[in-house]
């Protein structure tokens, strides 16, 4: 599928909020409700439309301090990043994990309560999960969203 102008203006309306309906997008675009829902329906179905996320506060919810980790496995296999990558996604506070090549093996974004919560995740956790090896941690100071490709 190759998407046209009105698509890419679609994506672009979506990409800031997704909530709003076909209606409401269909306005802003030029397009009937029924035409707009289509084209969302059939950009789902080609895959470039792969679901809508929920954006939540994590410091409202009393989550103040995110640290993106550096992981580096200290045993290579198969079977260790699967078991890795298993146990890790099963600890609440760690929100992305991405294996990546380079220095290290993965990449996490870890939240946490304040740094002594961040230190007992990263002490009890992430540090005894299989295969953990060498750690390198960034406490995130401030985030912006840039505009994507789809800007």
């Known amino acids: ?33 029924p035409a707009t829902w289509r084209r969302i329906q059939r950009l789902e179905q080609a895959g470039v439309l792969t679901g809508r996320r929920l954006e939540v506060d994590l410091e409202k919810l009393g989550f103040g301090v995110t640290v993106f980790l550096g992981v580096k496995l200290a045993t290579k296999g198969r079977v260790s990043l699967e078991d890795f990558e298993r146990a890790v996604t099963a600890i609440p506070e760690v929100q992305m994990v991405v294996h990546v ?27 005894t999960l299989p295969g953990v090896g060498d750690v390198e941690a960034n406490v995130l100071l401030s985030e912006e969203r840039l505009a994507g490709p789809i800007e």
């Not at 009105?6 to 009937?32: E, F, H, M, N, Y």
């Open 1 to 33: 599928m190759t998407p046209d102008a009105t698509d890419w203006a679609l994506l672009r309306l979506l990409d800031r909020d997704a909530t709003q309906p076909a209606s409401v997008l269909g306005r802003k675009l030029g397009l009937s409700q």
């Open 101 to 127: 090549l380079g220095l290290y093996d993965y990449r996490l974004r870890v939240v946490a309560r304040d740094l002594a919560d961040f230190e007992r995740v990263l002490r009890r956790r992430i540090m």
